[in-house]
Nanobody
Framework: QVQLVESGGGSVQAGGSLRLSCAAS????????MVWFRQVPGKEREGVAR???????KYADSVKGRFTISKDNDANTLYLQMNSLKPEDSGLYYC?????????????????????WGQGTQVTVSS
């Protein structure tokens, strides 16, 4: 079992920044691959950024150069630094964990069939 708790969401004007956190606990082998997703009403959840156990990262084209995913293994915390925010970045942001190791985390689909979700944190960017 894995528990994920997101925090750090809020309201910000376009061009501003936010840093999201995801506190993780539980089975470490089930959280080798950590992913940030976001969802807006009426649309499917989309992958934003992912980080592998060894630290490799991959980003959605829409956030490249603006968002940075990182993790603190000692603190069991995943982060998403979001800069130059745009109104279209608004949504409910979720962190997800699964057991994919190495580059398998960064290739293919954003979310493995088996994984764990947090409850989400809301980000609202106004123009």
């Amino acid at each position: 079992q894995v528990q994920l708790v997101e925090s750090g969401g809020g309201s910000v004007q376009a061009g501003g920044s936010l840093r999201l956190s995801c506190a993780a606990s539980g089975d470490t082998s089930s959280r080798r691959c950590m992913v940030w997703f976001r969802q807006v009403p009426g649309k499917e959840r989309e992958g934003v950024a992912r980080i592998a156990d060894y630290g490799g990262t991959k980003y959605a084209d829409s956030v490249k150069g603006r968002f940075t995913i990182s993790k603190d293994n000692d603190a069991n915390t995943l982060y998403l630094q979001m800069n130059s925010l745009k109104p279209e970045d608004s949504g409910l942001y979720y962190c997800r964990a699964d057991g994919r190791s190495g580059n398998s985390c960064l290739a293919g689909i954003w979310g493995a069939a088996s994984g764990y979700w947090g409850q989400g944190t809301q980000v609202t960017v106004s123009s």
